[in-house]
């Protein structure tokens, strides 16, 4: 009986291991045609309609790319889809009381809006870890961007920067500008709650920091390896 269990629970570990490793190299070379996070958002009730427009990188301005590095993960190109010092502060500040600013790198966020519904538990930081790594392994930086740029919430059911560009630039993703790819950029923490049209004077505050940390970072001149032949 304790060999047959284990001979089951053997089975589930290795089916476990087919199906995600075999989605993520999927994802490598076809576009996700929808994502979990989507299909929970809309049957919730929060997105009466998904709105969606997948776009290849090359068909994404540089600026926008640049824009959710500056103001997201400054050190995407670098590391290995974890920012330590980011989390450490993160668990610091968690441990005094403080409001979390959050330590996920791109990498992450791109793990958990592909692969995993929107709840908190540890379970599901730990498939958000293990989808990362994942990534980090089977995709390149500039394939994992493309997705995270195809798949992130910008409104109420608008999802990828297509859909954003269009809706509120009334412009494709390959024409926006520093300042909307700003401005597209620091609403992510909650895109719902932060709007591109009418923004507050805190996220034009956010949009002012951001261009300048573009500039820091060196420009689009950072992000061109994204548009490179691999």
Request: no cysteine; charged share 20%; hydrophobic share 45%.
């Amino acid at each position: 009986m304790f060999k047959r269990i284990l001979k089951w629970i053997a089975k589930i570990i290795l089916i476990f291991f087919g199906i995600t490793i075999g989605l993520v190299l999927i994802y490598k070379f076809i576009n996700p045609p929808i994502t979990p996070f989507m299909i929970v958002k809309y049957f919730e009730g929060e997105a009466s309609v998904i709105q969606k427009d997948w776009v290849s990188i090359e068909e994404i301005s540089s600026e926008i790319p640049l824009a959710v590095i500056a103001a997201e993960d400054q050190k995407f190109m670098n590391h290995n889809g974890f920012d330590m010092e980011a989390i450490e502060k993160a668990i610091e500040n968690n441990s005094k009381g403080k409001r979390l600013k959050g330590g996920s790198t791109i990498s992450q966020q791109t793990a958990k809006n592909v692969f995993l519904v929107p709840n908190r538990s540890w379970v599901r930081k730990g498939l958000e870890t293990y989808f990362t790594f994942l990534i980090e392994l089977f995709w390149s930086k500039g394939r994992i961007m493309e997705v995270y740029l195809n798949v992130i919430e910008q409104g109420d059911g608008i999802y990828g920067v297509q859909a954003s560009s269009i809706i509120h630039f009334n412009k494709d993703a390959k024409k926006v500008n520093r300042s909307q790819a700003a401005l597209m950029a620091v609403v992510l923490p909650n895109p719902v709650k932060y709007k591109i049209k009418n923004p507050s004077g805190y996220i034009r505050g956010r949009q002012s920091w951001t261009i300048r940390q573009m500039g820091n970072l060196g420009g689009t001149s950072i992000v061109k390896p994204m548009y490179e032949s691999e």
